[in-house]
């Protein structure tokens, strides 16, 4: 029972309620620390210089007039960098990407970085640092990319046959099963679509930013803003050649990530500087460099087939999908395929994810990685089909929805999963049925996500006066201290105001995998459970000790270890407040790998009104019905699914990179790059669904992810209702909706 | 023995194969048997891989049983945001 991770449908007393956030008061008052608000004695300043090309090799890099201003104390090049990852493979890329090693693969690679006495000195000391460079010709749109002819971003990169030709397509990956052409033999209505996304950032308010600090006797420390503490100092240490025990790194408050800090950027080269100066070294990124040089997510291309029988069943379905990968290899196609057709219970279904390499930024987690692109391009043709055949798009959806015993598009049968319910709320939401006014329109869409957990570890506390302080290794990125807090109170009997919660760092608690994969509450939750009936082990055994009777005399129950017999009892309290007497400190201690995370599922319902003079259009109305398992801070919940479509908002109306015809990137900046603020948004109305996962005791489901997953197709089906235009193009700027309006005019405008 | 499928680029290193079948009563023993009958497989292994049982991914639990007749399946271990 005590670490049996399977659902047991508990009742709960506090797990559901919406206590007070933790972390609330410091936030608002600015006693929150972030990754740029720690300091050091005697600190220095770093600044990194960045590539102003898309794609050149580096000839010769001359630091000496650099190193030789006063207040310069470190002037750092990969040579300063030496390779300890064996000179291929991920980390690698990683240690490639963090200081161009010979050639700079896109606008803002870093090429060099000083460590100076101010940021001023360190600005200056950057202008003094003189680059030979030999541009090269480059490429940034995935569809040129791949054409015969196009500028080869990594001359050894093969796709398949590594006796062939350079490529830009760095892999690629099929999905599905059954016959797919035989499938579309079957059909009675076929569509075909087109789709493209723009790139797009995470956006999270807080650049990257961290304090770093290596002695002479090569121990180090970093305080930093991350999603993971122990991955970061996994990664650093080993770019460095350091042990990994011998570097400290600790985790600040975090001021968004959304995955794009799951990957390290800076870290490794504040640490080098340190190393060199002999000195800490706080660097912070700007926005620009945010944008230029940490880590988007992908622009894509898709092309889709769906054939359906007239009754309203999907017979076939087809994905190409090209994403794009920026300058090293990922697994990013990989991915949108697996998640494209992953809500459809579909006999013939094939997807083949494209990796294809650019001259933009290493591309990085954004949220349910890939998933948002493959939902625009599946859900917008879904939509047509439904409109093709004459069909309710819900009802259409309902009709081919998995279902616990579908084969999934990409492999395994699925257990129990909420899609259909997602489907049924929407279906009866009375945003439904409200009426849509002049120039408004209405979408629906579905989105999936995989979830996953990991490897966990927490700690738990009792003190004297009877709180509990709880110790975790996943990162707080929205709201899992309350959370967590929650179940150990649920576990113990406890008030949730007498467990506070703390995130670790990496000398102080076993590893912990990052938080992504909206593992945070689902594995450290499950990792809480445990270490709170550890605790409540070793409450039961001090209680018995007390009493002189045997342990297994003793039960535990709300708050209370109480003998056989119910003849007398002792209060958590009471036994912490014994405890210096009774065998000393009491804590209890869980170290589990946190799998059967469960996939989660989700429908968004979206109403726009769409200028037809300007081609603005306003979000008017909106609404996420999702599957959490279990809500565990109903509060947070709601905003991760808020957030989500927020986000999705701004990616389908607004966000892009743009780069010029130099392969600049034009817009790095949020006057030009611009993320949806309040006054863009209408207040997104919430359904949580609660269907028990049943591979954790709570039934909890991550909930962080896929919330974005369907906002860009949803909105897309509303755009291209208001404005009686199918819309292709993520982002539906004004520009290209108000092109697409024209174009359709035209087309429809009687001819001679 | 059970009847392992396997996808999108990890047909790759057992040749295309879509399922292949070795013995394994846990997802460790599974894993050694792919390695010692399929060596290229090794390395994506190595790299990080999931297991579906019936439906259930495991990433990283290699201790967990793979019940008799269970559908077990190899696949890309996925990134996160």
Known sequence: MANDSKFTNQKFKLVGTRVMRPDGVDKVTGRARYGADASAPGQLVGAILRSPHAHATIRKIDTQKAEKLKGVKAVITSADLPDFTGGEGELYNVLENCMARGRALYDGHAVAAVAAVDAETARRALKLIKVDYKVLPHVTDVDLAIKPGAPVVQPGVKTKDKKAAPTNVANVTTYGHGDVEAGFGKADVIIEKSYKTEQVHQGYIEPHACLASVGPDGHGELWVTTQGPFAYRNWCATLLGMEMSQLKVTSSEIGGGFGGKTHVWIEPIALALSRKANRPVKLVMSREEVFRASGPTSPTSIDVRLGATRDGRIVAADAAMRYGNGAFPGIWGEVGAMAAWACYDIENVRSVGYEVLLNRPKVAAYRAPSAPMAAFAVESTVTLMAEALGMDPVEFRLKNAAREGTRASYGPTYGPIGIVPTLEAVKKHPHMRARLGKNQGRGVACGFWFNFGGQTCADLIIDVDGTVGLSVGTVDVGGARASLSLIAAEELGIPYEEVRCNIADTASLGHNDMTDGSRGTFSSGMATIFAARDAIEQLRVRAAKAWGIDVKNVSWKDGKAIAKGKRKSLTLKEIAEASPNTGGPISGHSQVVADGAGVSFASHICDVEVDPETGGTKVVRYTVVQDAGKAVHPDYVEGQFQGGAAQGIGWALNEEYVYGKDGRLQNPGFLDYRIPVCSDLPFIDTQILEIPNPNHPYGIRGVGETSIVPPLAAIANAVSDAAGVRMTHVPMSPPRVLAAIKASRAEKAPTG | ?81
Do not use: K
């Open chain 2, 1 to 81: 023995m059970p009847e392992v499928r396997l996808f999108g680029g990890l047909r790759d290193a057992v040749d295309g194969a879509e399922s292949v079948r070795v013995e394994g009563a846990t997802i460790r023993e599974l894993l050694q048997s792919l390695g010692r009958e399929y060596p290229r497989i090794r390395e994506r292994i190595g790299q990080g891989i999931a297991v579906s049982i019936d439906g259930v991914i495991y990433r990283d639990n290699w201790d967990q049983p793979i019940p008799e007749g269970a559908e077990v399946g190899l696949l890309l271990r996925i990134a996160g945001g």
